[in-house]
């Protein structure tokens, strides 16, 4: 698997034959200026939750990708199915088969509504498997026991993507705990950095996870990490 990180939470996850794109916020993000949303290729739209954070170029990516599916929690999946946005709708507990990966949805602990204010459905992460690759999206969310229950369920992790930004999502030390839970020793992070609030010190991160025998990935807008 190749995993571009196209700013804040957006990923471009390539396995065999698919492309995946999870959490398109692209033309929102002044930091991600650079790449050419109309450009982007892609077979599936993977949604963890409604913020416009999240999913601000859902509709603009499926529809410039005839054909593409949209995967998401089924009240996600509602409100871009009456946008006639093909997909499939499904909530934690979960399980997907595609030609040549694997979907399942865990749970997140995270609020989820559309920028109206209208609810968006449980927030979720989920557990990709491909061509013996595993890694772990959890999208927006807290620290939270359960996680232990991945790598029980799911079988070992080769990479874990978790936010680190604070505030509205772990900070980079829950984050170090979470890899304990996940028994998950590479973290790629996302969700920092992007706006204010969510500001970090990388070097400090970085440092942190070090001490403690972890490796914290930070990668550049566009900048791709191959499993």
Do not use: W
């Not at 229950?149 to 070992?156: D, F």
């Amino acid at each position: 698997m190749k995993i571009t990180y196209l700013g804040h939470s957006c990923l471009l996850i390539e396995t065999n034959s698919s492309k995946i794109i999870v959490d398109p916020f692209i033309s929102g993000n002044p930091l991600a200026k650079n790449i050419d949303i109309d450009e982007i290729s892609v077979d599936y739209i993977l949604l963890t939750h409604a913020h416009q954070d999240h999913i601000l170029d859902t509709e603009r990516i499926a529809v410039n990708n005839s054909g593409c599916k949209l995967i998401a929690n089924f009240e996600l999946y509602s409100h871009f199915a009456a946008k006639n946005i093909d997909g499939i709708g499904c909530n934690p507990g979960g399980g997907m088969d595609f030609k040549d990966f694997s979907l399942h949805c865990v749970q997140a602990i995270h609020s989820s509504s559309f920028a109206d204010g209208s609810y968006g459905g449980m927030a979720c992460g989920f557990v990709l498997k491909s061509n013996q690759k595993s890694l772990y999206i959890a999208g927006d969310t807290s620290l939270f026991s359960d996680m232990k229950l991945i790598p029980m369920l799911h079988g070992a992790l080769d990479l874990a993507i978790l936010p680190i930004g604070d505030l509205f999502t772990m900070g980079y030390k829950e984050a170090l705990l979470a890899s304990d839970f996940l028994n998950c020793k590479n973290i790629l992070a996302v969700h920092f950095n992007t706006f204010p609030p969510i500001t970090i010190d990388v070097k400090e991160a970085e440092q942190y996870f070090q001490s403690k025998g972890k490796h914290l990935i930070i990668k550049d807008i566009n900048e791709t990490l191959t499993l």
